[in-house]
């Protein structure tokens, strides 16, 4: 073993170092195991800053509410001239494609005036991108077409998030948490308690699905005049193991889960609602209007909606409702526990003959 002298031993080891620095920034270059970075957001400042920086990777340290640095210009009812927040991603060719981690803490008090801009919400577009683990809390959210207090139009992966206030759309696509839901996106372990109103299109957790929604809920409320949901407004993806406790008004094609399920793929399995819902024409307790398209082992609570009919579903009285074997019975992934208890290892969780069936993740 050669022994080199200690001036050019140092000497020796910087030339590696840079040496091995410089292989590691052309890997990534290359696409080999790029550098990546984490990028901490503390203050709305932070958090804006993720518009110039649409493809990395974010960590939310702490709750930002209205007290928090730059609430004021940028999330506020007075900031950017009455605007309020500035959605992240304005345009499919400019959308958030990064990471962005909630780590559990909430985004309050966001303000959004903007009635006229498609899409909004704190994320305009998101293609690729994934959110989790974040709520969005007494939110007050206006814009036209694709809204919703998380994701006005997501493309990529939404999951463990939650929001609540108020969303208000000008036209169609009016949801909860994500105005549309696209082809690609996948949209789990969610809820919203959000009220929400719009024209068409409207669902108390999703305005319009073209892809998967599961294990999520809502529990607010639902008005529109045309296709109208608890969950979800219109779907041709796919709806499963999600439930719906919001009251829902509107005119055509309104239902306590699903206003339309329509051409497509559209499937709705494992589900259930039990608020109430109210309107003219094809109205129902579960699904407004099935355009052909399955709707599977799931159940509507006849009483608490006041509807005998749906297009698709199975109806049942309060007390079937709160009954596990309406639910194991149809192949439910299902299992009785103690008040006051959760047993995520099943999707489904019920206290027998006290409550509806909740999902397993919720605490």
Not at 186 to 214: H, K, Q
Not at 328 to 342: C, K, P, Y
Request: proline content about 2%; hydrophobic content about 35%.
């Amino acid at each position: 073993m050669k022994i080199i002298p200690g001036s050019r031993r140092r000497h020796y080891v910087a030339r590696i170092s840079v040496f091995l620095i410089t292989v590691a920034l052309i890997a990534g270059m290359a696409g080999c195991g790029p550098v990546s970075q984490n990028l901490e957001i503390r203050t709305w400042y932070d958090l804006d800053a993720v518009r110039d920086n649409l493809s990395g990777n974010y960590t939310l340290m702490n709750d930002l509410n209205s007290t928090t640095s730059g609430y004021e210009e940028l999330a506020s009812p007075t900031a950017n001239k009455g605007k309020g927040w500035d959605p992240i991603g304005r345009t499919a060719d400019n959308a958030f494609n990064g990471t962005f981690a909630g780590q559990g803490y909430e985004i309050r008090d966001l303000f959004i005036n903007r009635p006229g801009d498609c899409p909004t919400g704190l994320f305009g577009w998101v293609i690729g991108g994934v959110i989790k683990n974040i709520g969005v809390v007494n939110v007050n959210v206006t814009g036209g077409c694709n809204v919703g207090a998380l994701v006005g139009d997501a493309h990529g992966t939404v999951s463990d998030s939650y929001s609540s206030g108020n969303v208000i759309g000008a036209a169609h696509a009016v949801g909860g948490l994500v105005g549309y839901n696209g082809d690609v996106c996948t949209l789990s372990n969610c809820y919203s308690t959000a009220s929400v109103t719009s024209d068409n299109n409207v669902g108390g957790l999703v305005g319009e699905n073209a892809g998967t929604v599961s294990k999520s809920y809502s529990t607010g409320s639902v008005t529109g005049d045309n296709i109208v949901g608890g969950l979800v407004g219109q779907s041709w993806g796919t709806v499963s193991n999600s439930y719906s406790t919001a009251s829902v008004t509107g005119d055509l094609s309104v239902g306590g889960l699903v206003g339309v399920n329509s051409a497509g793929a559209g499937t709705v399995s494992n589900s259930y609602s039990a608020g109430s819902v109210t309107g003219n024409s094809y109205v129902g307790g579960l699904v407004g209007y099935n355009h052909g398209y399955t709707v599977s082992n799931s159940f509507w609570d006849t009483k608490t909606s006041g509807q005998a009919t749906s297009d698709g579903g199975t109806g049942k009285n309060t007390t079937e409702m709160q009954y596990i074997a309406t639910f194991s019975v149809a192949g439910w992934d299902i299992s009785v526990v103690a008040l006051n208890e959760t047993n995520p290892t099943y999707i489904w969780n019920i206290v027998n003959n006290v409550t509806y069936p909740f999902l397993g993740w919720q605490s």
